[in-house]
C-alpha cells in the first residue's frame, strides 16, 4: 500500500527552481503533520519543512528564505517550492505523515531525486 506520492523532483541549474508534490488520502492529510526530509549519500536524512492539519510551518534554517510549504486542501497534496537552489540541496527528497490522533500511523514517500548542478 503505497500511502504517499511524491512528484516534481529532477534535475535544475544552481539558481534554479522546483516544485515538489505530495499526494496522500483524505484522512491522513487531515489529521497529520506532513512535509519533507531530504538525505544526501552518506549524511543522515534531515528536516527540510513540515505542515500541521492547521497550517503552522516549520523550515530547516538553511531554506527558510527559499522554500514555501503549503496545503492544497481539494487535492490533499502538500507542495514545497523551492527556490535559489544551491549544489547543496541535492539529495534525495521523501515526504512523510505523521498522524496527530493515531500516533502509530507514519509513512514515508519512495523519494524523489533532486539534483543541483550546472
Known amino acids: 500500500q503505497v500511502h504517499l506520492v511524491e512528484s516534481g523532483g529532477g534535475l535544475v541549474q544552481p539558481g534554479g527552481s522546483l516544485r515538489l508534490s505530495c499526494a496522500t488520502s483524505g484522512?491522513?492529510?487531515?489529521?497529520?503533520n506532513m512535509g519533507w526530509y531530504r538525505q544526501a549519500p552518506g549524511k543522515e536524512r534531515e528536516l527540510v519543512a513540515t505542515i500541521s492539519p492547521g497550517g503552522t510551518t516549520n523550515y530547516a534554517e538553511s531554506?527558510?528564505?527559499?522554500?514555501?510549504?503549503?496545503?492544497?486542501?481539494?487535492?490533499?497534496?502538500?507542495?514545497?517550492?523551492?527556490?535559489?537552489?544551491?549544489?547543496?540541496?541535492?539529495?534525495?527528497?521523501?515526504?512523510?505523515?505523521?498522524?496527530?490522533?493515531?500516533?502509530?500511523?507514519?509513512?514515508?514517500?519512495?523519494?524523489?531525486?533532486?539534483?543541483?548542478?550546472?
Open 27 to 32: 484522512s491522513i492529510f487531515a489529521n497529520s
Open 63 to 118: 531554506m527558510k528564505a527559499r522554500s514555501t510549504i503549503s496545503r492544497d486542501n481539494a487535492k490533499n497534496t502538500v507542495i514545497l517550492q523551492m527556490n535559489s537552489l544551491k549544489p547543496e540541496d541535492t539529495a534525495v527528497y521523501f515526504c512523510y505523515a505523521a498522524h496527530l490522533i493515531w500516533t502509530a500511523q507514519r509513512y514515508w514517500g519512495q523519494g524523489t531525486q533532486v539534483t543541483v548542478s550546472s
